[in-house]
């Protein structure tokens, strides 16, 4: 088969490395790069340290308000799935990349598989809520990480080519387990921590890092913790944050945002993950650090049955009570999968 993944952000950089490598094995494979995300950090970071191929095509669509920025990719990809040929287009996860993917190539007839379907938080006020749903309801093949998203889609009407695989992001973490304890002990000399000392901090998503009122709460949160706060900044957040009159305490260390091999080994010992990411708490569950997420909802919802996450949105006093809570029981299962999520995927075609 001759198949197309199209990437953009950081987050899909994660996803396609282990799905590329799978699908290489036995097809032949092209990666379009939307050029959603283009700093360093963002982007090219996560090519050389993941070894993903170099793209075939750079698309260069930058940033924008929505409705310009998807609808630049959507020109820019449809040109790419004209002049090539493809048996089918490859999409991963929720982002404005994604969207703009599944669409042109809904639109030119060629099938749509998306890698992590069916997540939902049924809120709809979120770009990537409404990324999510368009994205499977274009798709052919879609990929579930987790049985509650097969769940999901059934519940939608969608029932053919709705496969359960298990999460991508897991087979990744397998994977490189084995660096990161050297890592590990590299960046704590480096930052003077100790494990079991520290909690690890990221927040992006549109809802926190455009409200000034939501970064003061999740400031005055990170400002009370009396352990060192570890906070790699998104450049959409350090771009707000200038604005909004912030002062940190000296604990809380605002740094430039890091690889995601750096973030999994600070990850593995950190006391505490606090995040409004949906991928970085599904990977403090799987490397058992307990997780207090800065959201109201979450499309991860095992994460917190299983308590291992807490949903407190961004009130300070809901921020440092839920760090101080004790550590939960061990999980008795993992929902997302064996590990061999993108193998699987691979060979469904
Ligand atoms: C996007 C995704 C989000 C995902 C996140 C991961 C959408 C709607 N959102 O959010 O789901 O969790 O990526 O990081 O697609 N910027 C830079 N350099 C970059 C990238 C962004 O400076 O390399 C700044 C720009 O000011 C830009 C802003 O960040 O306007 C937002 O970037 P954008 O790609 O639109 O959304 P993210 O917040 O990154």
């Given at each position: 088969m001759r198949l197309a993944s199209i990437v953009g952000a950081r987050p899909q950089l994660v996803k396609v490395a282990v799905v590329s490598r799978a699908l290489r094995q036995l097809h032949e494979e092209l990666i379009i790069h939307t050029g959603q995300h283009y700093d360093y950090s963002m982007s090219e970071q996560f090519f050389d340290e993941l070894n993903?191929?170099?793209?075939?095509?750079?698309?260069?669509?930058?940033?924008?308000p929505h409705g310009a920025q998807t609808g630049r990719m959507l020109e820019a990809i449809e040109e790419v799935l004209t002049r090539e040929r493809f048996d089918a287009v490859i999409v991963y996860g929720d982002t404005n990349s994604t969207l703009a993917g599944a669409l042109a190539a809904a639109k030119l007839h060629i099938p749509v598989a998306h890698v992590?379907?069916?997540?939902?938080?049924?809120?709809?006020?979120m770009p990537e809520e409404i990324n999510r749903v368009l994205s499977d309801h274009l798709s052919s093949h879609l990929f579930c990480p987790t049985e509650t998203a097969c769940r999901n889609l059934n519940n939608e009407g969608?029932?053919?080519?709705?496969?359960?695989?298990?999460?991508v992001m897991y087979d990744l973490l397998l994977q490189v387990q084995p660096e990161l304890a050297g890592r590990n002990e590299r960046l704590l000399r480096a930052l003077r921590l100790s494990p079991q000392s520290y909690a690890l901090v990221t927040v992006h998503r549109a809802v926190n890092a455009d409200s000034a009122e939501a970064m003061r709460g999740i400031a005055e949160g990170l400002n009370r913790l009396e352990m060192p706060v570890i906070f790699p900044v998104h450049p959409r957040t350090r771009a707000r944050l200038e604005g909004y009159d912030i002062t940190w305490e000296k604990h809380v260390h605002l740094m430039e945002p890091l690889g995601y091999l750096d973030m999994m080994a600070l990850g593995r010992t950190a006391y505490r993950i606090l995040t409004d990411s949906g991928g970085l708490q599904k990977e403090a569950f799987l490397l058992r650090v307990p997780c207090v997420t800065l959201?109201?909802?979450?499309?991860?919802v095992e994460t917190v049955e299983a308590g291992w996450n807490v949903l407190v949105g961004t009130r300070w006093q809901d921020i440092v009570k839920a760090v101080d809570r004790p550590r939960p029981e061990p999980?008795?299962?993992?929902?997302?999968?064996?590990?061999?999520a993108a193998v699987r995927i691979a060979h469904s075609w």
């Open positions: 993903i191929p170099a793209p075939d095509y750079h698309l260069g669509c930058g940033s924008g992590e379907a069916g997540l939902r938080n049924f809120d709809q006020s969608i029932t053919h080519g709705v496969e359960f695989v298990g999460d959201r109201e909802e979450t499309e991860w999980p008795e299962h993992n929902p997302f999968g064996e590990g061999d």
